[in-house]
Structure formats: structure tokens, C-alpha cells
């Protein structure tokens, strides 16, 4: 009789230890809840960062930059489909910086050197950080690269490109309408 009461305890206590195992997985799996939101529509708050510079001295917070409309592109520089989508974000840069607009490149699972001669052959002004650690990477739920956040000047995250877009009109539609969502 012990012995089975025994058992049912440890069963029991089982059974709670996995419960609240999946109920911390799944209550802390923010970056699925990123990508279900915007397929939903909704338009969750982006992930705050605060990354080095890896085209200059320093850091950037992207809370710093609440107000504007930020084109968020995460790439590697052995990432092909990144040097192809290169030429479209500068070009989407150089059209709506003066607009207050923030195109900001994070780098990710890649070496510095090789980065900066990325930035080098494809002529990339805009700024770019460097995520030494995958924090950010998995904070936004990415599954690969590249892949592109629009977030509006509330913070918000109004669209994701998951993959390359190499067209600029694409980029400047994504653009405008998170422009049109500024108060």
C-alpha cells in the first residue's frame, strides 16, 4: 500500500514539474509569439536592442530611435541571398533617410572581419551592428537570413519579410506603410 502511494506521489509530482516546464517553454517563447502575432495582423512591440556598432565606434539602441520608422535587416556575409538583397536596402536608405527613416543592418552568426568586407564590396552605408551572441537573433525568432523587420515609430512591428526581397519597390511599399502609421 506504501509503495503505491509512493508512486503516485512521485507520478504526481512528475507530472507538476512537467507541467510547469512547458508553461515556462511556452510563456517565454517570445520569438513565436513575434511571427504568430504579425500573422494574426497584430503588431507586436519589437525586441529592444542595444548592440556595437560594427561600421563605427560605439553602440546603437534601437529605443533610441522611437519616433522613427526603422527597417531592421538581419544578414550574414556568407549569406547569398543577403548580398543580393544589398543593393535594395541601400537604395531604400539613400531614398528615405532624409525622411527620418532608419534602415539598420544587425549582423549575425558571422565573423567581423568577414562582415565589414560584406559592407565594404556591396557599399553598404546605413549603419549596422553586430550581435556577437545571438541574443537579439533569437529575441526576434528568426529562423535564417536574411530576414526584415519594419518597425514604426511607436515601436511596433508592422511587417517581416522572412527571406531576401531583392525588388526596392517591395522595400519602399513596406516603407510607406509604416510611414502612413506615424501619428
Same mark, same amino acid.
Given at each position: 500500500?506504501?509503495?503505491?502511494?509512493?508512486?503516485?506521489?512521485?507520478?504526481?509530482?512528475?507530472?507538476?514539474?512537467?507541467?510547469?516546464?512547458?508553461?515556462?517553454?511556452? !510563456?517565454?517563447?517570445? #520569438? @513565436?509569439?513575434?511571427?504568430?502575432?504579425?500573422?494574426?495582423? %497584430?503588431?507586436? /512591440?519589437?525586441? +529592444?536592442? &542595444?548592440?556595437?556598432?560594427?561600421?563605427?565606434?560605439?553602440?546603437?539602441?534601437?529605443?533610441?530611435?522611437?519616433?522613427?520608422?526603422?527597417?531592421?535587416?538581419?544578414?550574414?556575409?556568407?549569406?547569398?541571398?543577403? !548580398?543580393?538583397?544589398? #543593393? @535594395?536596402?541601400?537604395?531604400?536608405?539613400?531614398?528615405?533617410? %532624409?525622411?527620418? /527613416?532608419?534602415? +539598420?543592418? &544587425?549582423?549575425?552568426?558571422?565573423?567581423?572581419?568577414?562582415?565589414?568586407?560584406?559592407?565594404?564590396?556591396?557599399?553598404?552605408?546605413?549603419?549596422?551592428?553586430?550581435?556577437?551572441?545571438?541574443?537579439?537573433?533569437?529575441?526576434?525568432?528568426?529562423?535564417?537570413?536574411?530576414?526584415?523587420?519594419?518597425?514604426?515609430?511607436?515601436?511596433?512591428?508592422?511587417?517581416?519579410?522572412?527571406?531576401?526581397?531583392?525588388?526596392?519597390?517591395?522595400?519602399?511599399?513596406?516603407?510607406?506603410?509604416?510611414?502612413?502609421?506615424?501619428?
Amino acid at each position: 500500500m506504501g509503495s503505491r502511494r509512493h508512486q503516485a506521489v512521485l507520478l504526481g509530482s512528475l507530472v507538476v514539474f512537467l507541467g510547469l516546464l512547458v508553461f515556462v517553454t511556452v !510563456r517565454t517563447n517570445r #520569438p @513565436a509569439s513575434l511571427t504568430v502575432a504579425l500573422a494574426r495582423g %497584430e503588431t507586436p /512591440v519589437a525586441p +529592444l536592442l &542595444v548592440l556595437p556598432r560594427l561600421d563605427a565606434e560605439g553602440s546603437l539602441d534601437l529605443g533610441a530611435l522611437r519616433g522613427r520608422v526603422v527597417v531592421l535587416n538581419f544578414w550574414s556575409s556568407w549569406c547569398i541571398p543577403c !548580398r543580393e538583397e544589398a #543593393p @535594395a536596402l541601400e537604395a531604400t536608405w539613400q531614398r528615405y533617410r %532624409e525622411r527620418g /527613416v532608419m534602415v +539598420l543592418g &544587425v549582423n549575425v552568426q558571422d565573423l567581423t572581419p568577414a562582415a565589414l568586407r560584406f559592407l565594404h564590396e556591396t557599399k553598404t552605408t546605413y549603419p549596422t551592428v553586430r550581435d556577437k551572441d545571438n541574443t537579439v537573433y533569437r529575441a526576434y525568432g528568426l529562423t535564417g537570413v536574411p530576414e526584415t523587420f519594419f518597425v514604426d515609430g511607436s515601436g511596433r512591428i508592422v511587417r517581416k519579410f522572412p527571406g531576401a526581397v531583392t525588388d526596392p519597390q517591395e522595400w519602399f511599399r513596406a516603407v510607406e506603410a509604416a510611414l502612413a502609421r506615424q501619428p
